[in-house]
């Protein structure tokens, strides 16, 4: 399998991907709204522009491909009833694999989305999350779907606010923290393995650490800048959730993480898609090392 179309490709964890994808000698294609920014980033790559709210644009993009891989998110801005790049825009893309000559469908999922329904939690995004999963398997076409732990990538492009890394809560459990070099290895390594059969991967990397612990071990190692946590608690981030459509997503990507009882899970994928090695101290001097 040579020809692979990435969907999300310009996102914090697409990016990753479709660089170890070019890197590997796929023919990478990337489907993106905003194409000089793509083809900045992917110079080796075919860039089209598209919007997976528009099919016939989609089609263009999934002409003569083998693999679709879809790295797609729902924001913190978007409401239930709005229409969903990581639904919707996925949707378009199971119809036209179907009719279209595609092999395989690969899709980013996240292990804490398995929080719905435990602890009664319920949350829109999770269900969505679900249903996709759902309708990938319905497709009939054969899959690789991977469920990653949290990302060291979150600790500094999410959790970091100037020079605060937030947290809210308290972290009950462990995480298997992942960094997004290592998942990316894992996603070629599964095209270059996988053949008719179909595959559900957890994602975890080497060592865990509950939120508070691993901030406070990304800011040991993080030269570049002086950092400190900064805490909120639950009850304050559910009433700001009230006023603020980011602050309730805020509100329920916490909540389950902070509850979510992660254990470790990736033996097989480690088996067939290699151990990761990056550990959270690599990963805040690498951090620490970068331009800008
Ligand atoms: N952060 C974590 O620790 C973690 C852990 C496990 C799983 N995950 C999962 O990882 C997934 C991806 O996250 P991410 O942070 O990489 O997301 P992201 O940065 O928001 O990227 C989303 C991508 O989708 C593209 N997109 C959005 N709407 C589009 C449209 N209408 N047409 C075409 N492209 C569109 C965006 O393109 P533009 O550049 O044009 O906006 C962007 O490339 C999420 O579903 C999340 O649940 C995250």
């Known amino acids: 399998m040579k020809n692979i179309v990435v969907f999300g490709a ?9 660089k170890a994808l070019i890197a590997a000698g ?7 709204r905003n194409p000089e920014l793509a083809r900045g980033l992917f110079p080796e790559a075919n860039v089209i522009k598209g919007d997976l709210s528009k099919p016939a ?3 263009t993009a999934m002409q003569g491909q083998e693999a679709v891989f879809m790295s ?7 409401k239930e009833t709005d229409w969903h790049a990581e639904e919707q825009g996925i949707e378009t893309i199971i119809e ?12 980013l999922s996240s292990l804490v989305h398995l929080y719905q329904d435990m602890d009664n939690f319920d949350w829109w995004v999770f269900r969505l999350k679900r249903r996709i999963v759902k309708k990938i398997k319905e497709s009939k076409i054969p899959f690789t779907i991977f469920y990653p732990s949290t990302f060291m990538e979150s600790i500094f492009y999410q959790s970091k606010q100037g020079s605060m890394i937030a947290l809210g809560g308290e972290s009950k459990y462990p995480l298997y923290y992942i960094a997004a070099d290592d998942y990316a290895r894992q996603v070629v390594n599964s095209l270059k393995l996988l053949k008719d059969e179909n595959r559900e991967y957890v994602i975890q990397g080497p060592e865990a650490f509950r939120q508070d612990v691993a901030a406070k071990e990304f800011i040991r190692h993080y030269s570049k800048q002086k950092l400190r946590t900064m805490w909120a608690p639950m009850f304050m981030m559910k009433l700001m959730g009230f006023f603020s459509q980011k602050f309730n997503y805020g509100y329920h990507i916490v909540t389950a993480l902070n509850n979510y009882p992660e254990e ?18 690599e990963f805040a001097e690498r951090m620490s090392q970068r331009e800008g």
């Open 72 to 78: 797609l998110s729902v924001t913190q801005t978007e």
């Open 57 to 59: 644009e989609v089609a």
């Open 264 to 281: 470790f899970e990736a033996t097989q994928t480690w088996k067939e898609l290699g151990k990761p090695q990056i550990t959270l101290k």
């Open 96 to 107: 036209l694999a179907k009719q279209m000559d595609i092999k395989r469908l690969l899709y």
């Open 10 to 18: 310009t996102g914090l964890l697409g990016k990753p991907v479709t």
């Open 26 to 32: 796929f023919r990478v294609t990337v489907m993106a």
